[in-house]
T-cell receptor
Framework: SQTIHQWPATLVQPVGSPLSLECTVE??????LYWYRQAAGRGLQLLFY??????ISSEVPQNLSASRPQDRQFILSSKKLLLSDSGFYLC????????????FGQGTRLTVV | TQLLEQSPQFLSIQEGENLTVYCNSS?????LQWYRQEPGEGPVLLVT?????EVKKLKRLTFQFGDARKDSSLHITAAQPGDTGLYLC?????????FGTGTSLTVIP
């Protein structure tokens, strides 16, 4: 069965510090991978998605970047965090053959202070 | 960006009542999903609807996809406290999933 791991679960970082959130998927190959950000009690904003190694599409301009160094690894980064980067970040995967479902990790609560 | 609006945004009801949540868009989607999310956790998939007009039932939950594949509804019969959570719809287009604005449901015992 497929599983998705996302870490850390919580993170408190000072303004101006770098960020690296990691997500890995097991039990499948060539998944589509996604990073979302969620405001409290609200819907999810798509930040980045990737259909393959090194292929990253950005949905919104921002202080963040994403990379996919391996088939089942997706990393969200920032060189210098802003207060507005605080939020709940979610990684997700879906199949590459037209499957209609996305499956999520447990999320990372990022607080920039 | 493809926008999906959910209504109502907040809903607080007594145990045993029925409710309907709506998900509307001006865009056509190849499929639509419904998720439920608990605080501090990732969304969990409840159902996927693919065909216009499709109706799916999951115990006390009934999901419907609009004929034009632009909207959907979630109906819960005899709500229970365990149904409490954030309900999210999501439309799929190509490789992307666009999420609705969310409906926060509280079922009071």
């Amino acid at each position: 069965s497929q599983t998705i791991h996302q870490w850390p679960a919580t993170l408190v970082q000072p303004v101006g510090s770098p960020l690296s959130l990691e997500c890995t998927v097991e039990g499948t190959s060539n998944p589509n991978l996604y990073w979302y950000r969620q405001a409290a009690g609200r819907g999810l904003q798509l930040l980045f998605y990737s259909v393959g190694i090194g292929q990253i599409s950005s949905e919104v301009p921002q202080n963040l970047s994403a990379s996919r160094p391996q088939d089942r690894q997706f990393i969200l980064s920032s060189k210098k965090l802003l207060l507005s980067d605080s939020g709940f970040y979610l990684c997700a995967w879906s199949g590459d053959r037209g499957q209609h479902e996305a499956f999520f990790g447990q999320g990372t609560r990022l607080t920039v202070v | 960006t493809q926008l999906l609006e959910q209504s109502p945004q907040f809903l607080s009801i007594q145990e045993g009542e029925n409710l309907t949540v709506y998900c509307n868009s001006s865009s056509v989607f190849s499929s639509l999903q419904w998720y439920r999310q608990e605080p501090g956790e990732g969304p969990v998939l409840l159902v996927t609807v693919v065909t216009g007009g499709e109706v799916k039932k999951l115990k006390r939950l009934t999901f419907q996809f609009g004929d034009a594949r632009k909207d959907s509804s979630l109906h819960i019969t005899a709500a229970q406290p365990g149904d409490t959570g954030l309900y999210l719809c999501a439309g799929a287009t190509g490789n992307q999933f666009y999420f609705g604005t969310g409906t926060s449901l509280t079922v009071i015992p």
